[in-house]
Structure formats: C-alpha cells, structure tokens
C-alpha cells in the first residue's frame, strides 16, 4: 500500500492526559512506515488545518515524544472552534482538502470531546461528500466523561483522583481546624451538565460521618434550605461540613448559582464562582466561618497526580486510533470497554462516530443518593477503578519535567485563508 | 533522673507536614524511657491542657505514629486560641499547673506558628513565675514562612512546591487554549502579610516569556493600571498571561483588594477572593476571557505533593525539640540553619524563643524583582532546595493512605474548666 502523511489535532478544553493520546498516535504511525509517512500536528486544532498552520512532528526526537506521556496541557495547542456542516460552509471543507491535498494528508485524527467529535464526524464525510479520500478518527478525551459509548473518558479518572484526594487531604484540613475556626469547607469542582467530578469528590470517604457530607451535582436541583439543614445536621453531629459542589449546580428553573454572564465560542454559559456564593449563604443563614477553594485548571492540568488507569487509556486510545485508520475504518472512534469489574478489566472497541457526536452522557440517576447529596455503591463501583494507580512524571529541580517541543512549522504550500 | 510525661499540641492553621512534626517528637520521646514516660496529646492545641481534654498517644501503634510522617492536618486537632499574658489571667496557668500536676506532665512541645510560639513562651514561665518545673519547646510550623531566626519554616517547603506545580501545570493547559478562548489566569495563593507563598509561584517558570507573567506580592502597593499593562503586553507578546496574587494583595493604602468592596467578576458582592476580583478587572478593563482558581486549604493540605526536604526538616525539629527538652533547655525552639547553599545542606540549631514570638520575617527587599512583579535571582537561589525532592505517601484504593488514630482519651482526674 502506499504511504500518505497522518493530521493530529487536540480540540476544546485540554486534559492531564490528552498528550498521552497524543504520544499513543504518534509512536503507533511509527510503527507503519509503510502507510504513514509523516504526522503533520494542528497547531490549536482544526484551525491549524485550514489555515495550514501544521507542525512537523518528525522533527522532534523519540525521547520528546515518550515524554509527552507525562505532560498536561495541549502540546500542540487547542481550540474552541466549531465547523458548520457541509451545506452551510462549503468553503471550509474545500480548504480543508486544498491543505490535505497539498500534504498528502489522508489520516485524520481529531482528539477531543463532545463537541469536537461532532468536527471530526465532518471531516469524515469529506470522502463521501466530496471525494476525497480520508479515515478520519476520533480520539476520545474530556473531563467532563460525558462522552456516550465509551465506559469512561480519557482525562476524567486523573481529575477524579485529584478531587477525591484534594477533598481528602483539605477535610483533614478542616477537621483538626474546626473546634476554634472552620466549620464549612467548599470545594468547587468542573463539570457543567453532568456531575461526575463532583460525584469523584465523594470517593474521598464512605463511613459515617465520613467527609463529604455534601455533594451538590448539576443533575439535583438545589434547594438552598434543603442543603442548610444538612449543612448544620453536619456540623452539629461532626463538628464542620465539606461540600464538594459541580460549577452547574443550579436551581429548580435551570438558572446556574453562579452564572458569569459570559458565554464561550460555543454559546455555552462561561460559569464559575460556585463556591464563594454558596461560602455566602452558608453564612448569612448559619454564620459560619467558612474557607472555599476553586480548583479550575489546576484539577484538569495536574498531571502530578494523574491515575496510572487513565493514563494508559489515554495512551491505548491513541494507539488504537491509528490500528483503525490502518484498516481503513472512516468515522469511528475508539472506546472504552468495561470488561470486568473484579478486578478491574477493560479493552478499546470501535464505536461509529455517528452515534457519539452531540451526544452527552449524565450521571445515571441510580448513581446518585436517593437525597440527593451523595453517591451510591453502583456509582462508587463504577469510579473507583478509574482512579487506581499513580502514574508520577519525573521531577528535575523540585519540579515536574515536561516535554519541551520544537514546534518545528511545516513550510506552507498554499494561499491564506481567512477563517 | 526521673520519669515524667509528655504534652504535645498542634496550634493554628495546620500543614501538610505538621504530623511530620508530630512523628518526629513521638518517635523521639520513645527513645527517652527513661526520661520521658507517657506522650498525652491535647486536643484541640493548648484547649486540650486547660480542658483537661488529654489523648493517651501510648494507646496508638508504631505503625500508626509512623503514618503521621504522610498524614496531612492536624491529627489531634489544633486551635486558634491565644493565651493572654500571666498577669491578665493567672487563673488559666494555674489551671495548666494543675493539669501538669495531676498528669506528671514536664515536658511542654507546642507545635505552631508566630501566635503560638507567643503561647509556648507565656507557659515557658510557669517554672520562672510561678515555680512549677516545666521545659517548654516551640516546633515551627507555618505555610507562610514568616518566623524569624529559622531559615524557613517547615510546611512552607510543601506548599512551595505545590504551587510551583500547580502554576506550571496550569500555565501548560492554558497556554494550549488561549488561540482561541482564555487569555488570562489567575490563580490566588496563601500568605496575608508575607509573599512567600506567591513568590514559590514563580518558580514555575523563568525564561524570557515563561509564565507565571505577574507575581503579585501583599509587599508591593497594587495599582491597578501597571498590572493591567503588564497583562496587556503579556497577552500580546505571549498570547496569555498567567497571575499568582497574594491573598494578601492590596492597595497602597493598606486596603485588601478583597475587602476593597469591588464586585468580583460575575458582578456579584465580593466574598473574600483576590482571583475573582481581580479577574474581574482584567474582563472589564481589557475584556479578556479569564479563568481564576483559589487553592486555599488544597494548597496547605497537599501532602501527596509535599517537598521530601519539607518533610525531613519537619520530622527533624519535633525530633530536635524533645533533645532540648531532654537537656533542660527551657523556652527555646529547633530553628533550620542553612549551612550550605550549594549543595544546600542544614542543620537543626537552638533559638531562644523570645527572640522568635512575635516577630514575622517579610520577604527581604532583595527578593522582589525591581518591578514588582516578579522574584530575583537571590530569591530564587533561597526558595529552590526548599521544594527538592518528593516524598509520596502510600496509596491504598486509589487515594492516599493515611493514619486512622484511635485518639484515646486520658481519664479525667480534675473539676470541669471554663475557658
């Protein structure tokens, strides 16, 4: 068979992990010099390809590569930017085979969430559409693990295994704190429709009295009374309260606690700020001392304490992405499946990118505690393997060494293109 | 000579590493059979002696004191309580006397900061003033680094290191996203009067360009227009910028930009964070998307990513204390000498501890970058040894495995007190 140049690109918002799929493409197209001559990366996603802003992976070396294993963040940039179909934005997909065409690009792989699933289910219809011959694969990632299909999504056990620890470690925190100061910890946690993060904080403890004793998700409507009783039942019974609360938390008519007013490229809501308001009602009702934290980027991006689980996912996924494309499988994507549970067993399945894209996957409402406030045993069942294993970067001068790439530009064959 | 008993206390806000301490002076104690008979711990810091409210640390296992060395909080509870001075209450040191008496207590270990290092030194004169023979020893503890006469203070070599990791992981997702969503990140960091804390942010990065972009210091007077054209030419030369701001943070007038009575940055009353705040400014005066984290407790409670140098120094001062006390060498407290920069090598010294109570040590002029926005080379050469090495603690089921202590109580010989 003869041998064509292979496009990665990483989509929306980035995970500890992602450059671990990222690493599992590129030594997979390695291992196929026969079909694939060269991988070309996006620089910041799909805008990369139309705007043929390409990186020459080639150029940097083995040990760079192996090392983004264990480097957060998006090596080669990512984007929030969403195609239009076919119909409406003929232009953009004729670019986008112009660019493909003039680097012999005839693998796609597209790593990303929900929405960028949706991207990459497009482009997988260029050689139907128009003609052009191209496998477009779709890596899976996100931690959100909203993503259908697939057991679990890459990026979102290492995010569990810092909330569950971080809830952990600051409830000690507040428990040798709270008989002077203290008595309310809130700890703020992503996760804009579905409360998987949140529910991850809960793995923190599990006997009586044992904290969180307060999950807040976006999929229980909230009933500031409701959580106040509970908020005092456990301060009078313990001595102080952790509540690990989802940044969708929101009230009965869907308005979001606390709702920025800024919305993102998606038209989705930009939240935040969850826990110092729901810190303010604790006081003004209960007049409590309080302490809030809001980990944002640093429960995505701590790849310090990833879960060796997830990273090996990650890295299978990437792999197997390109063992697809080899056999010429357009529009699918790799998934996770849970094989056994005790012990823990799972291997990647192909999953039609058709029935993955716009789709998101909620909390089964059997994995929420019948108040409302805490998670069950199915819930515990199916998160605890996700988090299992430490998976440690090497450290050089105190602090995690990360892969340091060239970023080496392709030499643009092509006209510019507006977006 | 004879045999008496031990007090061991835990005072104020507790770190990752204070049960390190607490290992160090258990484990030492034992070594002392002779001298030392039993450990009672007080619950809840110096509330434990004056309540009479003891826990028979014999009853615990080896393993389970060994477990202290990775266990973050404060295992026996701490307090934020202040003795006032012997003259103004002389009923509460006659009721520690008391307490002593009754439990054969001599030997006095109070494990905390600058206030209870001022609580250590009033009951340090129980044997001078009122005659009852007492060796009280301070062991240093602070995230925030500000007791003087100690090179540095063990707990702030964790936090350090947790935040160093925390902004270069952050910086890295950030970095990846900022083509097309946020350009600006902040993340708001222990340290209300001293800017240790924010400055081990800026070790995450020191090349040309290299986030983190701004540090800003409770030492420097904040002026909102030069911080925001530092983040303008950030965002323009870099495409993001990322932020580490004190708690501390304030106005040339002494104002707290928390407390300044700005709305943060969904609008809504400010509740007490600087990142909000501050974020909220970057939106309204450049129009920037933003994310901002808060660590708060995470930060001080983050003993899967502790500095191993932390760790050993903290084990190192309890040990340090009970040799004092062995020695009769009253009113002192184990300061960490640095012998040698390079290799950094330390030792464990003797400081008087009326030279210690009372006094914080602030970030020497020389370490702030003339700009004030960022560390000098001086800076840098004090903070990194502080951050070497790692020191993981063990993982049972995914999380940390911590110590589960069975906090016996002494039985009660004395009346009831009222603090």
Same mark, same amino acid.
């Given at each position: 068979m003869a041998q064509h140049n292979?496009?990665? &690109?990483?989509?929306?918002?980035?995970?500890?992990?992602?450059?671990?799929? &990222?690493?599992?493409?590129i030594e997979a197209c390695k291992r196929h010099p026969d079909r694939i001559g060269k991988v070309y990366a996006g620089h910041n996603g799909i805008?990369?390809? $139309?705007?043929? /802003?390409?990186i020459d992976v080639s150029q940097e070396s083995d040990e760079t590569i192996t090392a983004l294993r264990h480097t957060p963040g998006g090596a080669f940039g990512s984007c929030?930017? +969403? *195609? +239009? %179909?076919?119909?409406?934005?003929?232009?953009?997909?004729?670019?986008?085979?112009?660019? =493909?065409?003039?680097? %012999?690009?005839?693998? =796609?792989? !597209?790593?990303?969430?929900?929405?960028?699933?949706?991207?990459?289910?497009?482009?997988?219809?260029?050689?139907?559409?128009?003609?052009?011959?191209?496998?477009?694969?779709?890596?899976? +990632?996100?931690?959100d693990n909203d993503l259908p299909i697939t057991d679990n999504s890459p990026g979102f056990g290492s995010v569990a295994k810092y909330i569950a620890t971080s809830t952990l470690e600051a409830s000690l925190d507040i428990a040798s704190m709270c008989a002077t100061s203290t008595k309310v910890f809130? *700890?703020?946690?992503?996760?804009?429709?579905?409360?998987?993060? &949140? #529910?991850?904080? &809960? $793995?923190?403890?599990?006997?009586?009295?044992?904290?969180?004793? *307060?999950?807040?998700?976006?999929?229980?409507?909230? %009933?500031? #009374?409701?959580?106040? /009783?509970?908020?005092?039942?456990?301060?009078? +019974? !313990?001595?102080?309260c952790v509540i690990v609360v989802s940044e969708g938390a929101r009230y009965e008519d869907g308005t979001f606690l606390a709702?920025?007013?800024?919305?993102?490229?998606?038209?989705?809501?930009?939240?935040?700020?969850?826990?110092?308001?729901?810190?303010?009602m604790v006081k003004q009702d209960l007049g409590y001392k309080y302490h809030w934290a809001v980990a944002d980027y640093l429960q995505r991006a701590a790849r310090h304490l990833a879960s060796r689980t997830d990273v090996e996912q990650a890295y299978a996924v990437g792999e197997k992405a390109v063992e697809l494309a080899i056999e010429g499988k357009n529009s699918m994507m790799p998934a996770i499946k849970r094989v056994s549970e005790t012990p823990y067993e799972w291997r990647i399945e192909a999953a039609p990118l058709a029935e993955v894209a716009n789709r998101e996957k909620f909390m089964p409402a059997e994995y929420i505690r019948e108040d409302g406030?805490?998670?069950? %045993?199915?819930?515990?069942? !199916?998160? $605890?393997?996700?988090i299992q294993g430490e998976d440690y970067p090497p450290y050089e001068n105190g602090l995690p060494k990360v892969a340091r790439l060239k970023l080496a530009k392709v030499e643009r064959k092509l006209e510019e293109f507006k977006l």
């Open positions: 292979a496009f990665y &690109a990483q989509s929306g918002g980035v995970t500890a992990v992602i450059n671990a799929s &990222a690493c599992g493409v805008i990369g390809a $139309l705007t043929e /802003d390409l929030r930017y +969403k *195609l +239009k %179909d076919i119909e409406t934005h003929r232009t953009q997909y004729e670019r986008l085979i112009e660019v =493909f065409r003039a680097h %012999d690009i005839r693998y =796609f792989f !597209y790593n990303g969430g929900g929405d960028s699933a949706d991207t990459c289910l497009k482009v997988s219809q260029l050689s139907e559409k128009l003609g052009y011959p191209l496998t477009a694969i779709h890596v899976p +990632k996100t931690v809130v *700890l703020e946690v992503m996760g804009r429709h579905a409360g998987w993060i &949140a #529910a991850a904080g &809960a $793995l923190a403890g599990n006997g009586e009295g044992e904290p969180p004793h *307060l999950v807040i998700f976006p999929e229980v409507a909230f %009933d500031r #009374a409701r959580v106040m /009783d509970r908020v005092e039942e456990a301060v009078q +019974k !313990y001595g102080y709702d920025s007013g800024n919305t993102d490229a998606f038209g989705h809501r930009q939240l935040g700020g969850v826990a110092p308001t729901l810190a303010g406030f805490g998670i069950t %045993d199915a819930c515990r069942q !199916y998160l $605890l393997p996700l």
